[in-house]
C-alpha cells in the first residue's frame, strides 16, 4: 500500500545540514518463525522501514538536467592529460587519469545523433523495489568516439538490437531526480507512445 | 585509453615462501533456517582441524590474525559480523580484518592472509568466509545483491544484478559466440558438467544430473542465459589457513605452496575504457591484431566480451608462479562460473584458450575429468567440485572452497573429503548409487579464480607441490 503524504519523510538541506520532515522509519512489530513440522522456534523476522539519504554532490547535474530535458557528460580539459578531449558518460566529475575536475558538457544532441546500442538484456525478473514495467529491456548505449565509456539505460519503446539507432527520452513531468529520469527508444517512435511524463 | 607505468606492472614478491596449511568447509545449502552463521563457520574451522588430525583448539594455537571474508553485512543485518565470528571462534584478541570485495570476496580474504605471512608479520593467518543469503526475501537478496553495482547510475534500473551483468553475455554470445546453435549448446555443456560434478559432491547444494536439452529448455532469466546457466545462491562457509615454512610444517607433512594475486576494473560495466590487451605468457605480440576480422565487433578490448580483472590477476600470478601456458602447467582449475556464458568468458582471460576461442576448451574435451571425446583423462579439468553452478555460490566463502577443493585434489585426499557415506548422511543427503570418484590423477599444481560481478574484483590463486614448482624462489 503506498504511503500518504503524511506518512511520507521528507529532506531538505538547510545551512548546510540535512533537515529530516514528515514521518521516518514506521515501525512494523517483528513475528516469532517456527518450523512448521516440529513446532520449534526457528527464529525471528525483523522488518524496517528505512530511508537513505543521499548525496549527489558533482553529479547532480546530471540528475537535475534529466528533468529538463538535457542529458549532461563530462570531459577533461587538463592540456597535460593524456585523456584530454575525452567524453565520460557515465558522468564523472574528476578525470579518472589526472583527477582533475572534468567539464560538464551537454551532449543531448550528441545522444540524439549517435545513440546506438552497444548490448542489451531482456529479463522478465527484477529484485525488490522495482518500478519498471516487466519484461526490462536494459540496453548499453555508445555515442560517437569522442564519449569514451558506455551508458547503461533501459529501452522503452522497440526492441532492442546491437547496433540499433536509439533516441533518448526524458522524464520531463514530474521528474524523479534519478538515473530513472532517462531511457531511451527506438528511432521513428512517436511523441504518443512515449510512457507518461517523458518527452523527447 | 587505459595505460600502465612499469611500476604497475611489476610482478608481485612474497619476501618468504607461504604455504597452505590446510583447509576446511562446512555444507553448502540455499539456506539454514535452524543454523546460525557462527555454527557453519565453526563446521568449516573444524573440518580444517581435522584433516591435519589436530583438535580445533591445537590448530587455533598457531593462528597469529584473521581476515574474514563477509561480502554483504545487510543481508545478515549485522554491521562488523566479522568481530561476531571472531568471538564465536574463540580467537580474541588476535588481529583480525574483514575483507569486502563482492563475489571476489574469498579470495580477496586468502590474499589477505597470504600478504600476512610473507610479509612476516604472522607465521600463521586464518582466511575464513562465508555468507547468509537466506535471511531475506528473494526478490529482496536480489535488491540488495543489485547495490553493489552503482547506486545512482545502475541499481534503480531493476534492481536486477543479472540485468548489468548479463549484457555481457548478450555481447560475448554475439560477437564469439555467433549467435550459433553450437555455441548455445556448448554453454549448455558447462552446466551439465558442473551440475554432474556437483552430484559427487557431499557439500554441494544443486547437484543434477541433467542433460544439454535440459538446460537449453529450462526458463528463461535473461536470454540467453536461462536458469540452468545460472549459478546458485547459497549459505555456507570455507578456509584455508597459511604459513610460513617452519610452521607449515609444524602443522602437516605436506603443505602446498601458495601463490595468489588480485587485479580489478570498474564497477560500472558501462565504464569501460578501450586498452591494448595485456598479454599472458603464452600469448605472441600482434597475436591479437586480426581479433576483429574473425569476430566483427571485437575491436574494443576489453569491451564487454573479456574481464580485465581476471587477466590481469593471470598476468601477475602467472609471473609470480613461473607459469607460461596454464593448460601445461597445471592440473585442475577451480574457475569462478557465475554463468555459463561468464566461464567461458574466464578460459580466455586466463590464456586456457586465445580470446574468441574460449568454447574450444569445452569442445576439446580438456575441461572435463575424464575427456568425454576420448575417455581418458582431460587436457585441464574444470570445477570438479562442481563450481558456483553446481556446488555452490556463498559469496564470502567461494573463493575458499574453490582454494580448499584444488588442495584436496593436490593433496590427493579428494576422495577422502566426498566419499564417505557418514558425511552424505550427516548432511541429510542420498549418495548417487553411480558416485564416482573426480580425483584428478597425480595432480601437482591447480588454480582457482575468485571472481566479483561484471568483474570489479578477481584473485587468481595458484597452488603447488612444493617439490613440483615450476620457479625458483
Avoid at chain 2, 181 to 205: C, D, I, L, Q, W
Wanted: charged letters at 25%; glycine letters at 8%; a negative charge.
Amino acid at each position: 500500500m503506498p504511503k500518504t503524504d503524511d506518512e511520507k519523510g521528507y529532506v531538505d538541506v538547510v545551512n548546510g545540514r540535512y533537515k529530516p520532515r514528515g514521518t521516518f522509519h514506521v515501525i512494523e512489530k517483528n513475528q516469532p518463525i517456527f518450523n512448521k513440522d516440529t513446532g520449534k522456534l526457528a527464529g525471528v523476522t525483523n522488518p524496517r522501514d528505512m530511508t537513505y539519504i543521499h548525496s549527489y554532490g558533482g553529479e547532480a547535474i546530471f540528475f537535475e538536467s534529466l528533468g529538463k530535458g538535457k542529458l549532461m557528460a563530462s570531459r577533461c580539459d587538463n592540456e597535460k592529460c593524456d585523456s584530454k578531449g575525452s567524453i565520460f558518460e557515465p558522468f564523472r566529475i574528476y578525470c579518472p587519469d589526472c583527477l582533475r575536475k572534468a567539464k560538464p558538457v551537454d551532449i543531448t544532441e550528441k545522444a540524439r545523433k549517435t545513440a546506438k546500442i552497444h548490448s542489451f538484456i531482456i529479463t522478465e525478473r527484477s529484485g525488490a523495489f522495482n518500478t519498471l514495467p516487466k519484461p526490462i529491456k536494459f540496453v548499453n548505449v555508445e555515442f560517437d568516439e569522442e564519449v569514451v565509456t558506455i551508458l547503461m539505460s533501459v529501452l522503452s519503446v522497440g526492441e532492442p538490437e546491437i547496433g540499433k539507432k536509439i533516441i533518448p527520452i526524458f522524464r520531463t513531468k514530474s521528474p524523479t531526480y534519478t538515473i530513472m529520469d532517462l531511457m531511451f527508444v527506438a528511432e521513428g517512435t512517436k511523441e504518443s507512445d512515449l510512457p507518461d511524463g517523458f518527452t523527447f | 585509453m587505459i595505460k600502465f607505468s612499469e611500476k604497475q606492472l611489476k610482478i608481485p614478491k612474497l619476501m618468504r615462501p607461504v604455504y597452505l596449511a590446510t583447509v576446511g568447509m562446512s555444507k553448502f545449502d540455499r539456506a539454514f533456517p535452524e543454523t546460525r552463521t557462527e555454527e557453519l563457520c565453526i563446521d568449516a574451522l573444524t573440518a580444517a582441524s581435522d584433516f591435519v588430525n589436530m583438535t580445533p583448539a591445537e590448530l587455533k594455537s598457531y593462528i597469529h590474525t584473521c581476515y574474514y571474508g563477509h561480502f554483504a553485512d545487510h543481508f545478515g543485518d549485522q554491521l562488523l559480523g566479522e568481530a561476531v565470528i571472531h568471538d564465536r571462534l574463540g580467537l580474541d584478541p588476535l588481529g583480525t580484518i574483514g575483507v569486502k570485495t563482492g563475489g571476489a570476496t574469498g579470495g580477496s580474504a586468502m590474499w589477505e592472509a597470504v600478504k600476512a605471512v610473507a610479509s612476516g608479520y604472522s607465521d600463521c593467518a586464518l582466511a575464513l568466509g562465508w555468507e547468509r543469503m537466506d535471511e531475506v526475501p528473494t526478490d529482496e537478496g536480489n535488491h540488495l545483491i543489485s547495490c553493489a553495482a552503482d547506486k545512482d547510475w545502475e541499481t534503480p534500473l531493476g534492481h536486477i544484478y543479472t540485468g548489468y551483468y548479463a549484457v555481457m553475455a548478450q555481447r560475448y554470445w554475439k560477437i564469439f559466440g555467433k549467435e550459433e546453435e553450437s555455441f548455445r549448446k556448448t554453454m549448455a555443456e558447462v552446466a551439465v558438467k558442473n551440475r554432474g560434478y556437483a552430484r559427487m559432491n557431499p557439500h554441494a547444494h544443486g547437484p543434477m544430473k541433467i542433460t544439454v536439452d535440459d538446460v537449453i529448455n529450462s526458463p528463461i532469466v535473461a536470454a540467453p542465459l536461462r536458469a540452468l546457466d545460472c549459478c546458485l545462491m547459497s549459505v555456507g562457509a570455507a578456509c584455508g589457513i597459511v604459513c610460513d615454512e617452519k610452521t607449515a610444517y609444524e602443522i602437516t607433512n605436506n603443505p602446498l605452496r601458495i601463490y595468489i594475486a588480485a587485479g580489478s576494473h570498474t564497477l560500472r560495466v558501462a565504464d569501460r575504457r578501450n586498452m591494448k590487451i595485456p598479454l599472458l605468457p603464452n600469448e605472441k605480440p600482434g597475436q591479437y591484431d586480426n581479433l576483429a576480422k574473425e569476430f566483427p565487433g571485437a575491436d574494443r578490448y576489453p569491451g564487454f566480451t573479456g574481464f580485465l580483472a581476471a587477466r590481469m590477476a593471470a598476468w601477475y600470478a602467472y609471473r609470480m608462479a613461473g607459469v607460461v601456458d596454464p593448460t601445461d602447467d597445471l592440473d585442475v582449475v577451480e574457475l569462478h562460473d557465475a554463468f555459463t556464458i561468464s566461464d567461458i568468458q574466464t578460459y580466455e582471460d586466463i590464456g586456457i584458450r586465445p580470446y574468441g576461442q574460449g568454447r574450444d576448451y569445452i569442445e576439446s574435451g580438456d575441461a572435463y575429468v575424464i575427456n568425454p571425446n576420448t575417455n581418458k583423462p582431460g587436457a585441464l579439468p574444470s570445477n570438479p567440485s562442481g563450481g558456483l553452478i553446481g556446488c555452490m555460490h556463498a559469496v564470502g566463502a567461494t573463493g575458499l572452497m574453490q582454494i580448499a577443493e584444488i588442495g584436496y585434489h593436490i593433496w590427493n585426499r579428494w576422495d577422502e573429503i566426498h566419499e564417505p557415506q557418514e558425511k552424505w548422511d550427516a548432511f541429510g543427503r542420498e549418495k548417487p548409487s553411480d558416485w564416482t570418484s573426480l580425483q584428478v590423477k597425480d595432480a601437482n599444481r591447480g588454480l582457482a579464480i575468485s571472481h566479483a560481478g561484471v568483474g570489479s574484483h578477481v584473485t587468481c590463486t595458484i597452488l603447488m607441490n612444493p617439490n613440483k614448482l615450476l620457479k625458483e624462489d
